[in-house]
């Protein structure tokens, strides 16, 4: 079985450019997250999508990130424009639904490294 | 979700079993411990659940309190490959929540 895709694997980009990150998940997978990892910290979670419906973007710093799921299969991830800050490892997961008290496990891929400078 | 609560780091020799704990004396009834490790430049990898009952797999075992207020991951011969930051997380319907995890080193 396929695991989750991501590109590209890294990306350096000046502060103020954009840059859009693209996630194909495990075949079948209803639920689809993206995380943001700065280094030395664990993953947080950005926004979850259920199909190509939003369950949760309460942390999406909405001002700078969109995230669209189309079709209900691949996934991007848009910054523009892009900070130092965002520096980090984007990642992206999906399990094959949400909720029933969270018993759907989460399968990560490899993420992509964004250096902005 | 409940918080969870591991100590940083934690060394084991190549072979013998490793047992990592994690404190979530907050946890629902409801809710599930689940364990992930992050190996260097890796995405997370899934490594097993639980609610209630221990549970095993080719990877590892999760034995949890007849409390559920802690559990210990057991990799039962660790390898070399086996060095990560393990994370224990509980979740109920809503996202995981990383903390800092525990850093295994696995030594020859």
């Known amino acids: 079985e396929a695991g989750v895709a991501q590109s590209p694997r890294y990306k350096i980009i000046e502060k103020r450019q954009s840059v859009a990150f693209w996630c194909n998940p495990i075949?079948?997978?209803?639920?689809l997250y993206w995380y943001q990892q700065i280094l030395g910290q664990g993953p947080k979670l950005l926004i979850q999508?259920?199909?190509?419906?939003?369950v949760d973007d309460s942390q999406l710093p909405k001002d700078r990130f969109s995230a669209e799921r189309l079709k209900g299969v691949d996934s991007t991830l848009k910054i523009q424009p892009a900070k130092l800050e965002d520096s980090a490892v984007y990642l992206c997961?999906?399990?094959?639904?949400w909720g029933n008290g969270g018993a759907y496990e989460q399968y990560f891929g490899p993420g992509t490294r964004l250096t902005v400078t | 979700d409940a918080k969870t609560t591991q100590p940083p780091s934690m060394d084991c020799a190549e072979g013998r079993a490793a047992n990592l704990p994690c404190n979530h004396s907050t946890i629902s009834g409801n809710e599930y411990v689940y364990w992930y490790r992050q190996i260097h430049s890796q995405g997370p990898q899934y490594i097993i659940h639980?609610?209630?009952n221990n549970e095993t797999n080719e990877m590892a075992s999760l034995i949890i309190t007849e409390d559920r207020k802690s559990s210990t991951l057991i990799l039962p011969h660790a390898t070399l490959r086996d060095t990560a930051v393990y994370y224990c997380?509980?979740?109920?319907?809503?996202?995981?929540?990383f903390g800092a995890g525990t850093r295994l080193t696995v030594k020859p």
């Open positions: 639980g609610l209630k």
């Open positions: 075949s079948g997978h209803a639920t």
């Open positions: 997961a999906s399990s094959l639904s």
């Open positions: 999508f259920q199909n190509n419906g939003v």
């Open positions: 997380i509980v979740r109920g319907n809503n996202d995981m929540r």
